[in-house]
């Protein structure tokens, strides 16, 4: 089975642009989380959805950032307008109901010069 | 908010050697993972545990649930080249209603082998 699916897996934009990220959780699994990660403050939740809905998205730094699910099988993240401090790379992460284990992708790595 | 403390940060070890690292909360979980992250890579699930003072095996990593709850540890023997890379412990408390999922994650414990 497919695992978790992001791309692209590397994003160098410049200051002040738009940048999404996109995620296919693994087939299933009805909850689906955005993680961001630096060598500064480690992995971050920044919100998860269950069942498409967003739960909690206490961990968003700022409107800058948003999050979507349309459907059980997509979700994007979305940066406008991006920043020098928004790079890092980013993880999307899925698990199945009353399964405490979450799977993630292979990450994004997001440069913003 | 859960702040999970990891040790060590690095470590350099032996081929051969065995490797124990921990991590300690001021909280407690009701569950404990334990990752693994290799560069340019997600961290990948390697081992689970659910009840406090479990002990759960995966070929040469043993992992244990504490007792009080608030802390784990991570045992690799016989540790081999392949074994580099970073390792993360998370810690999940489950919350009221239709659940919480989230994971709070330590700053993760960087192993390198030498041959």
């Known amino acids: 089975d497919a695992g978790v699916i992001q791309s692209p897996r590397h994003e160098v934009t410049e200051m002040g642009q738009e940048v999404t990220l996109r995620c296919k959780p693994i087939s299933g699994h009805d909850y689906l989380f955005w993680y961001r990660q630096t060598m500064m403050r480690g992995l971050e939740l920044l919100i998860y959805?269950?069942?498409?809905?967003?739960?909690?998205d206490s961990g968003m730094p700022e409107d800058r950032f948003s999050a979507k699910m349309p459907n059980a099988s997509f979700s994007t993240l979305k940066i406008q307008p991006s920043e020098p401090r928004d790079s890092a790379v980013y993880f999307c992460?899925?698990?199945?109901?009353?399964?405490?284990?979450?799977?993630f992708g292979p990450g994004t790595r997001l440069t913003v010069l | 908010g859960q702040q999970l403390n990891q040790s060590p940060q690095s470590m350099f070890i032996q081929e051969g050697e065995d490797v124990s690292m921990n991590c300690t909360s001021s909280?407690?979980?009701?569950?404990w993972l334990w990752y693994k992250q290799d560069p340019g890579e997600g961290p990948v699930l390697l081992i689970a545990l659910y009840k406090a003072g479990e002990l759960t095996s995966n070929g040469r990593l043993t992992a244990q649930f504490g007792i009080t709850r608030k802390d784990s540890f991570l045992n690799i023997s016989a540790s081999i080249p392949s074994d580099v890379g970073i390792y993360f412990c998370?810690?999940?408390?489950?919350?009221?209603?239709?659940?919480?999922?989230?994971?709070?994650f330590g700053k993760g414990t960087k192993l390198s082998v030498i041959p």
């Open positions: 992460a899925s698990s199945l109901q009353g399964a405490y284990t979450q799977y």
């Open positions: 998370a810690g999940q408390l489950r919350g009221p209603g239709a659940g919480s999922y989230q994971l709070t």
């Open positions: 959805f269950n069942n498409n809905v967003p739960i909690d």
């Open positions: 909280s407690i979980f009701n569950t």
